[in-house]
């Protein structure tokens, strides 16, 4: 049952991280065509905060906001608990490669990515389990 309890954590976490990646790139998205429109930085900040507002920016920003809350929330919540099966431990690799930043650690980051692949390969090969390979 802790595996499951686990797991499930990790899902929603990933979910909520993706969601937040989703809005991000939205409101990515939104600014740079309101940035590329003529005249644009020589409207006065009132000006584009009120374009902002019209083309949604400040809905999606605070929805990110409120997003990064509970991220932060989830992560309070991290279970204490060893996991109990290969995948809790990809589970574990999957949410650490999204914290850590590509930018700040790429040889971290990097060899986070590879391990989460290589052992969802692992798992996913039709192979006898990794468990009974190694203690078999």
Same mark, same amino acid.
């Given at each position: 049952? *802790?595996?499951?309890?686990?797991? #499930?954590?990790?899902?929603?976490? +990933?979910? +909520?991280?993706?969601?937040? !990646?989703?809005?991000?790139?939205?409101?990515?998205?939104?600014?740079?065509?309101?940035? #590329?429109? *003529?005249?644009?930085?020589?409207?006065?900040?009132?000006?584009?905060? =009120?374009?902002?507002?019209?083309?949604?920016?400040?809905?999606?920003?605070?929805?990110?906001?409120?997003? =990064? !809350? !509970?991220?932060?929330?989830?992560?309070?919540?991290?279970?204490?608990?060893?996991?109990?099966?290969?995948?809790?431990?990809?589970?574990?690799?999957?949410?650490?490669? !999204?914290?850590?930043? &590509?930018?700040?650690?790429?040889?971290?980051?990097?060899? +986070?990515? &590879?391990?989460?692949?290589?052992?969802?390969?692992?798992?996913?090969? =039709?192979? *006898? *389990?990794? #468990? #009974?390979?190694?203690?078999?």
């Amino acid at each position: 049952m *802790p595996a499951l309890h686990t797991r #499930s954590w990790h899902s929603r976490w +990933l979910a +909520l991280d993706d969601q937040r !990646r989703h809005e991000l790139d939205r409101w990515c998205e939104l600014n740079q065509k309101l940035e #590329s429109q *003529p005249g644009w930085f020589a409207l006065s900040p009132a000006s584009r905060a =009120d374009k902002q507002r019209q083309a949604g920016l400040l809905a999606i920003d605070h929805g990110l906001r409120a997003i =990064d !809350r !509970r991220l932060q929330v989830h992560l309070r919540r991290l279970p204490a608990s060893s996991a109990q099966d290969i995948d809790g431990v990809l589970a574990d690799i999957r949410v650490a490669e !999204r914290l850590v930043l &590509r930018e700040q650690n790429d040889v971290v980051a990097n060899l +986070l990515s &590879r391990a989460a692949r290589d052992l969802a390969a692992i798992t996913s090969a =039709d192979d *006898p *389990p990794l #468990s #009974s390979t190694l203690f078999g």
